[in-house]
T-cell receptor, first 112, second 111 residues
Framework: EPEVTQTPSHQVTQMGQEVILRCVPISNHLYFYWYRQILGQKVEFLVS????????KSEIFDDQFSVERPDGSNFTLKIRSTKLEDSAMYFC??????????FGSGTRLTVV | SQQGEEDPQALSIQEGENATMNCSYKTSINNLQWYRQNSGRGLVHLIL?????REKHSGRLRVTLDTSKKSSSLLITASRAADTASYFC???????????FGQGTRLTINP
């Protein structure tokens, strides 16, 4: 069964550093997402991406965040200057049509 | 807000018993989905129920949807210790292009 692949599974970074979280969505999917889950809390929407542009973003997705689909297969989330409160599990998801969201296994980001 | 809200927040039952978790939401939806998450792990898609469906089964899972009450329930029958996890509902609202997750129910199955 096709999978959404996320790398790395765990990333530790110093506060103020830039991080790039990587995702390989399912190849024929058209919509791409990043979600965040702070430990013990619910899964929160960050951003959706369709047709090579952001289609929607949440209040969390401020100027420190950016997304890119650089080569037609990868989908990346960049945090320019990490803060302690960015520590969370970040999930990538993709879908085609209204059904069939597929989530990756997540990247645990720890900012120290 | 179109968020799903779940109850209970935590549920602890004995192995073999049935577990019922509920989800309420606020807007019209295309579908509602249930996910499972083991502690610190990824989201596993369990079942999707479309707005024109009222009940759906998958193995020991039974999901109901009442669009008039904007609510859904997830029933796990004959629970097992391995069912211990957090369970989230997520709504795919009409006009939206994203899933919105509820707070989740932490289910503990005691052997």
């Amino acid at each position: 069964e096709p999978e959404v692949t996320q790398t790395p599974s765990h990333q530790v970074t110093q506060m103020g550093q830039e991080v790039i979280l990587r995702c390989v969505p399912i190849s024929n999917h058209l919509y791409f997402y990043w979600y965040r889950q702070i430990l013990g809390q619910k899964v929160e929407f960050l951003v959706s991406f369709y047709n090579n542009e952001i289609s929607e973003k949440s209040e969390i997705f401020d100027d420190q965040f950016s997304v890119e689909r650089p080569d037609g297969s990868n989908f990346t989330l960049k945090i320019r200057s990490t803060k302690l409160e960015d520590s969370a599990m970040y999930f990538c998801a993709s879908r085609t049509g209204h059904y069939g969201y597929t989530f990756g296994s997540g990247t645990r980001l720890t900012v120290v | 807000s179109q968020q799903g809200e779940e109850d209970p927040q935590a549920l602890s039952i004995q192995e073999g018993e049935n577990a019922t978790m509920n989800c309420s939401y606020k807007t019209s939806i295309n579908n509602l989905q249930w996910y499972r998450q083991n502690s610190g792990r990824g989201l596993v898609h369990l079942i999707l129920i479309r707005s024109n469906e009222r009940e759906k089964h998958s193995g020991r899972l039974r999901v109901t949807l009442d669009t008039s009450k904007k609510s859904s329930s997830l029933l796990i029958t004959a629970s097992r210790a391995a069912d211990t996890a957090s369970y989230f509902c997520a709504t795919d609202a009409q006009g939206a292009q994203k899933l919105v997750f509820g707070q989740g129910t932490r289910l503990t199955i005691n052997p």
